[in-house]
């Protein structure tokens, strides 16, 4: 059985670890007076690592891309297992299938050990998430929600907040969703108070 690949994040963890023993090989000074131990950092303190400008990406097995996560600022935080993202923009490719445009305003990672998923990072996107699919032949997908959850390795989606489903044929609003990215599946739900409400275009019926 092969060993299950480290993610990203831990991998980064490690690589500023060994860096971090590098220096304190290059500047150590036997003749110097010790310094005083360093106050622990406590789970409200700041990151542990920094990226600015950055960007992430993940393969499959057969080298294919998965999926690529851009944003301004990245923050790690190793002592609670989650990394803060800042705009973030991601993309996820599931050929043959277009790839899925993910945005907003800020988001969180959650890696799979802490989050309670089975087997997958979840990325937590919030405030003015677009999620976008275009087709060649001009169909168009796209759906604008406060908060969702997606699962990229599984290529699953999930919110319980209010979600407006605006396509080439017309709009559908929800009050929360289930989604089947790969292939396109949605389940949407409702309240007593808000149905599921769909308006169809003029165009389609010509």
Sequence with gaps: ??????????????????????????????????????????????????????????????GAIKYKLRAPLIEHFEGITETALTEPDLTLYSAPEPPWHMTAERGTIFNASTSGSSGSEQVVLEEDVRMRQLYPDGRSFELRTPTITVYPDREYAETTRDVMITTHAGRTQAVGLEGNLREGKLQLFSTDEQRVHTVILPDQFK
């Excluded at 994040?9 to 500023?16: D, E, S, Y």
């Excluded at 670890?17 to 005083?36: G, K, N, Q, R, T």
């Design 1 to 62: 059985m092969n060993p299950r690949p480290l993610s990203d994040f831990r991998l980064i963890g490690i690589a500023l670890l060994a860096s971090m023993i590098v220096a304190a090989v290059l500047f150590f000074d036997p003749f110097s007076a010790a310094p005083e131990a360093p106050e622990p950092v406590s789970k409200g303190g700041g990151p542990d690592l920094e990226l600015i400008d950055a960007t992430i990406s993940r393969f499959q097995e057969d």
